[in-house]
């Protein structure tokens, strides 16, 4: 709805415009579900904080294990990450989430790391000024698909 496209259904309507809908949420206090092509929920917005087993097997799919560069910990040993805080009105959804090991995600909330959603829709670090004054983007091979 955000980049004005697609559609959206009311219960016993055709599709509505996602602009009309926007003009008719605007004061409602709804809150969006974005759903993928089997109707799954993947983007929960701000109705909760924590991921749900769809949101986190489509971060499954993509991330592969942490997303850390360097880490080879496995999906099952990650915990799911807010790149905008939820505590800082981010969102539950895939564009702002990634998977994490325990250590990694620790060390993310507690030194000048960085992380970011790339153009492509994976996740990047930003590495402190002392380890690459120029703080260029790194990425876990493990999560980046094969050419």
Do not use: Y
Request: proline share 10%.
């Amino acid at each position: 709805m955000r980049t004005g496209l697609g559609t959206a259904l009311l219960d016993g309507t055709l599709p509505i415009p996602a602009a009309r809908i926007r003009h008719l949420a605007c004061d409602a206090g709804l809150i969006p579900v974005v759903l993928d092509s089997r109707s799954v929920p993947l983007d929960l917005g701000r109705s909760v904080r924590t991921a749900t087993v769809h949101l986190r097997r489509a971060l499954v799919a993509r991330d592969r294990g942490c997303c850390f560069p360097g880490c080879d910990r496995p999906p099952h040993l990650t915990q799911v990450h807010h790149l905008t805080e939820w505590e800082q009105m981010g969102e539950t959804s895939l564009a702002n989430t990634c998977l994490l090991c325990g250590f990694h995600h620790r060390l993310l909330h507690n030194s000048p790391w960085e992380v970011r959603m790339a153009t492509d829709g994976r996740p990047e670090f930003l590495p402190p000024t002392v380890i690459d004054p120029k703080r260029r983007p790194r990425r876990n091979p493990i999560n980046t698909p094969a050419a």
